[in-house]
């Protein structure tokens, strides 16, 4: 008994530090930087749109495993989720404030009824009344909505292709602090490039 309530104890850590990424858990990679210079307009357009009172830079990053390659906020820590970033601890950005892009199979990657699919995981959860639907545009292979939640403004854009095995989505979650800056996470979302379906 003894020995098995050691053994019990002395594992519960490892678990833990391997599930939360850290000791000899495996961390998600950071996304390298992409050539800056391919990027340049996609990342200059982005950056246009941040209001001068928030500071905010935009720059390019290859996504998870190269499938694509997202604008995302500079300098933002990364996390446990494999692609989602936050503003550095103790930033006046908003304690929910996050962006993530990434892809989804939605159970096994085979291909499926994409625009079905995402809608009910990406965009569902914006049908109850407790949301303004700021703008809902169909895109060519793919679906773009902003919704404003009073404070706070969440973005989510799906991108998707006939017989591929997922789909890829860019989220952008901003409360009231950074809520200005909405108009630049919308063209975050809209300039990310997939190259690897």
Not at 109 to 123: I, L, N, R
Not at 128 to 151: C, F, P, Q, T, Y
Request: net charge neutral; with cysteine.
């Amino acid at each position: 008994m003894i020995v098995r309530g050691w053994l019990i104890g002395a594992l519960i850590p490892i678990a833990i530090s391997a599930c939360s990424g850290k000791g000899g858990g495996a961390t998600p990679p950071e996304a390298k930087p992409v050539d800056a210079t391919a990027q340049a307009a996609d990342v200059a357009a982005v950056q246009a749109k941040v209001p001068a009172d928030i500071a905010i830079t935009f720059e390019a990053v290859v996504g998870e495993k190269e499938r694509h390659v997202a604008v995302q906020p500079k300098g933002w820590e990364s996390g446990v989720i494999p692609g989602r970033v936050k503003p550095p601890a103790g930033s006046p950005l908003g304690f929910m404030t996050s962006f993530s892009t990434g892809s989804n199979c939605d159970g096994d990657c085979s291909p499926k009824d994409w625009a079905k699919t995402a809608d009910s995981v990406e965009f569902a959860q914006f049908a109850s009344g407790s949301w303004k639907i700021e703008k809902d545009e169909k895109l060519e292979g793919g679906r773009l909505v902003v919704a404003n939640g009073g404070d706070r403004v969440d973005i989510a854009l799906a991108r998707w292709k006939d017989g591929a095995d997922r789909y890829f989505v860019c989220r952008a979650t901003l409360d009231k602090e950074v809520m200005a800056a909405a108009p630049a996470f919308e063209e975050a979302c809209r300039r990310m490039t997939v190259s690897k379906w």
